[in-house]
């Protein structure tokens, strides 16, 4: 066994413990898998407090007077703002990509927990062969096999979609409910968690301004495309990181309106 | 900005490439089904059916839908000799095939209204197709109906559970195994269905003879069920889970686990009468060579248990995984190895001797 694939198995038992407790209800996968997100955001708690940490340090920044002072002395020197702003970082030690690191450890999670929903829910001989095969001993393989996949409207093993009483060929699952819950979510989260900028021409705002409209859609169309459970995960991390945020009092709801991002920045600075 | 943008991108991308690569909406995958005639071979390997001459192996057609179909079933015979199979990828298919005609005229009916894929081998009883789907169905078709796709459609059973095996008939009732541990007992004059269940996962076929229905189960158990009235005759004890269907020949029940062991159970009373720890796991059913039984195992090798003797021999060791059941014609044995570099089919005589190997050009 390679060592993902060990990893993913922890996985794969993790959720299937989790379904064992909760297999007399119906629904228990899609249960199951909003269980073991919220243990996963537990357990990722302090690389998620990191990622604050960043952001609200590269949000400092942009009230600070220097910060300010070189963006309006190189306004027209784009070439010597980036050279000037990355000797403030240095001097600060502020690494301004440090917010996505957190984010990018994250993945190899993102990854099984898809591969642990995917290899669960063994749709094909062979896959359920090896699915017998990375049970744990604690768990009873006879109870528990095949799992449950239907949660709600849903089957979690296919991808999400209302059937409509026409075809459209870019929708061939139906209208794609989920993923503009997912798509709505993500933008929700990234929108009010994102630090309020005074420079929306800053490096750093663009970058938030762009990752506001990108991951939504890209987040989307995996939704619309790939297993439901998928999507299931998606929903309730998003959730969870604006009740997670909004907990520690660093939601910006002003974000939400229209250049709310700016004046929430100026009344900061003031 | 633009490393800014750059950064952005790259991140995007890698969590595009990472969910992709980690398999997307994929095609299923898994180990291919085999029929045979007695002119042919049919092997169900992915997105295509290899029609492979039983005299010398040599390719004589391969079939490929246009509508993106991977076959993993057993094809199954219609009475006038043409192939049913169902598609196991995201189109639901199911396809009838004649063997004889021109490529462009192989397909000589599709039905595409099933939800789910077709992983068994639809089971014929004259014109009447009884077709299990993963979508817990059974699609019953009059074949002499006239019109194409749904025309063909007598009646739609709700069964529950995914159905992955072929159902097995006494002449009044069908018996459908399922994965959601249910046994489903169909009235084949009413469509009336009654059920069990069985405590474990049904994965393989049953067998059926004298008044007794046999199978195993995910619970490790080897049932035997009175058809009369659906009452368990007898039960007992696997060392480990059952996939696949037993044999039932001579008063005896055949079949092994997926720890390798491979029983002869006697079947008035469940007694076993022997095991035997073959090389690895059993998961094909066992089938009937002229006199002797023959099983293969995951590692891929063959036995074969000739009459009168009570440990079996093995054979023949192929490359790959053996997890197809054999198919024997006369006294030619196909096996379908599954992951194997050497050959997709393997053609060998009841001494286990190989007479050809199939690889497609």
Known sequence: MSPWDLFVSVFVN?????????????????????????????????????????????????????????????????????????????????????????????????????????????????????????????????????????????????????PLPFHISWLPNGFPTLAIIVALTTY?????????????????????????IYLPLLLGWFAMTFPSGLAVYFITTNLLGIIQYAMMGRIHWRALLPGGARKAATSKKH | MKLARLTLFLFLGLITLGLSACGGAPPAATWPGLAADQEAAYLANGAAIYAVRLSDGKALWTFSSRSGSTFY????????????????????????????ASDDLRVTWTFNEARDYWLASPLVISNLVYAPNADGKLYIFDLSLPGDGAEKLLATVELGGKLWSQPVTDG??????????????????????????????????????????????????????????????????????IWGGPLVNDGKLYLGDLDGNFYVIDVADGTVLTSFQANGAIIASPILVQNDILFVTEQGAIYSLRPGETTPVSLEKVDGRLYTTPVAVGDTVLVAPFRSESALLVALDRDGRVLWSFTPQ
């Open chain 1, 14 to 162: 993790t959720l299937l413990w989790i379904y064992s407790l909760l297999s007399d209800i119906p629904g228990a996968f899609g249960l199951a898998i909003i269980l073991f997100t919220i243990l996963i955001r537990i357990v990722t708690w302090p690389l998620n407090a990191s990622q604050l940490k960043s952001a609200k340090a590269m949000q400092e920044l942009q009230n600070d007077k220097e910060w300010l002072a070189i963006q309006k002395k190189y306004a027209k020197d784009r070439e010597k703002l980036a050279q000037e702003q990355l000797r403030i970082y240095k001097e600060r030690g502020i690494n301004p990509f440090s917010s996505c690191l957190p984010m990018l450890i994250q993945l190899p999670i993102i990854f099984a927990l898809y591969q642990s929903i995917m290899r669960s829910l063994a749709d094909t001989p062979l896959a359920l062969l090896e699915l017998t095969r990375s049970i744990g001993f604690f768990l009873d393989v006879g109870a528990l096999i095949p799992l449950d996949s239907r949660f709600l409207w849903m089957d979690l093993g296919r991808p999400e979609g209302i």
């Open chain 1, 188 to 212: 929700l989260q990234t929108k009010l968690t994102t630090p309020p900028t005074a420079n929306p021409s800053d490096q750093s705002a663009m970058m938030a301004g762009m990752m506001n």
């Open chain 2, 172 to 241: 009044e009732r069908l018996y459908v195994a399922a994965l959601n541990h249910q046994l489903h007992i169909v009235d084949l004059a009413t469509y009336a269905v009654k059920t069990i269940d069985l405590g474990g996962a049904l994965a393989g076929s049953p067998a059926i003879a004298d008044g007794l229905l046999y199978l195993g189960s995910f619970a490790s158990d080897i049932i035997a069920i009175r058809v009369a009235d659906g009452s368990v005759a007898w039960t007992v004890p696997a060392k480990s889970r």
């Open chain 2, 73 to 100: 079933a057993n094809p199954a015979f219609t009475q006038d000799g043409q192939l049913l199979i169902g598609s196991a990828g995201n189109d639901y298919a199911l396809f009838r095939l004649d063997p004889k």
